[in-house]
């Protein structure tokens, strides 16, 4: 059974980092071509934060790009979100996500396994 759980969240003022691990089991990375970090603030729609697909391609949004950093260790099985000069608006309940095909975006609907989340809280 597949089975995606997240840490590293807490909270944090504003211009701090954190980075958030996702650790996967039931599967290898290697079956999923597509893994995404995702976030849901109070009152607001998931939205999609990154994305990595198997072969390397990255894609960030707009709106965490230069700050935010998608990795993963495949030997461990783990995907990893850096998030450098965090700010407010950032704050917000943090998922990760496989996909089984290739990635289509940052696109909630579009993903196949989701964790159970971890909030990140940014003061300013």
């Known amino acids: 059974q597949v089975q995606l759980v997240e840490s590293g969240g807490g909270g944090v003022q504003s211009g701090g980092s954190l980075r958030l691990s996702c650790a996967a089991s039931?599967?290898?990375?290697?079956?999923?071509?597509?893994m995404g970090w995702f976030r849901q603030a109070p009152g607001k729609e998931r939205e999609g934060v990154a994305l990595?697909?198997?072969?390397?391609?990255?894609i960030y949004a707009d709106s965490v790009k230069g700050r935010f950093t998608i990795s993963q260790d495949n030997a461990k099985n783990t995907l990893y979100l850096q998030m450098n000069s965090l700010k407010p608006e950032d704050t917000a309940v943090y998922y990760c996500?496989?996909?089984?095909?290739?990635?289509?975006?940052?696109?909630?609907?579009?993903?196949?396994?989701w964790g159970q989340g971890t909030q990140v809280t940014v003061s300013s």
């Open positions: 996500a496989a996909r089984r095909t290739s990635c289509a975006g940052l696109i909630p609907e579009e993903y196949n396994y």
């Open positions: 990595k697909h198997l072969l390397g391609t990255t």
């Open positions: 039931g599967y290898s990375f290697y079956n999923y071509y597509c």
